[in-house]
């Protein structure tokens, strides 16, 4: 069975700082891994995810993560944040299943 | 169309009512999803389609959730006697093929009063 950790279901950064949102997951087998970005009222966007290849994935908006085996991980960070980076944001694992398992959210809060 | 629709967006039943919720993939694809997202938390798996065939119901809490897609394309989460535990958002999501990125629906608000 999968699992996925996100670490700190709230998190504010000032306009200008680094983001670094925390993902673990718990797989079987090598998983497919997602991160995603929901804000108000709107479904859930894809920002990036990881298949096989390149452990370093770059996304949409500068969002990035890296894929690290040994520490079951992939943090979500970008180098400067926008007020319009304020969302909720998941990560999600997929493996032979298919169907997405999530992590419980992070509130992102970019304060000005 | 250009994504996925889900209608309606809003819905409030009242508890033991039943409700109906369709899902409008993007023309073309072959996988469906329905996740519930409680509030507060991540979404979590009901259900999966190839097609037309339910090939995975796992996810669905009781059997009052059913879910249909009778010819490959539009479907529909149906969940009789309501409770007020059915309170959620329901998100529709399509991809490709098995295995693809899942494109979500702006999902339906359910409120059992």
């Known amino acids: 069975a999968q699992s996925v950790t996100q670490l700190g279901s709230h998190v504010s950064v000032s306009e200008g700082a680094l983001v670094l949102l925390r993902c673990n997951y718990s797989?079987?087998?090598?998983?497919?891994l997602f991160w995603y970005v929901q804000y108000p009222n709107q479904g859930l966007q894809l920002l990036l995810k990881?298949?096989?290849?390149?452990?370093l994935v770059k996304g949409i908006n500068g969002f990035e993560a890296e894929f690290k085996k040994s520490e079951t991980s992939f943090h979500l960070t970008k180098p400067s944040a926008h007020m319009s980076d304020a969302a909720e944001y998941f990560c999600?694992?997929?493996?032979?299943?298919?169907?997405?398992?999530f992590g419980s959210g992070t509130q992102l809060t970019v304060l000005p | 169309g250009a994504g996925v629709s889900q209608s309606p967006r809003y819905k409030v039943a009242k508890r033991g009512q039943d409700v109906a919720l369709r899902c409008d993939p993007i023309?073309?694809?072959?996988?469906l999803f329905w996740y519930q997202q409680a509030l507060g938390q991540g979404p979590e798996f009901l259900t999966y389609?190839?097609?037309?065939?339910?090939?995975?119901k796992s996810g669905l809490p009781s059997d009052r959730f059913f879910a249909e897609r009778p010819e490959g394309s539009v479907s529909t989460l149906k969940i009789q006697r309501t409770q007020q535990e059915d309170s959620a958002v329901y998100l529709c999501?399509?991809?490709?093929?098995?295995?693809?990125?899942?494109?979500f629906g702006p999902g339906t608000r359910l409120t059992v009063l």
């Open positions: 999501a399509s991809s490709f093929q098995v295995g693809d990125t899942q494109y």
């Open positions: 999600a694992s997929s493996g032979s299943a298919r169907q997405l398992t």
């Open positions: 023309s073309g694809h072959v996988s």
């Open positions: 797989s079987s087998v090598p998983p497919y």
């Open positions: 389609f190839q097609n037309e065939a339910q090939l995975d």
């Open positions: 990881y298949t096989t290849g390149a452990t």
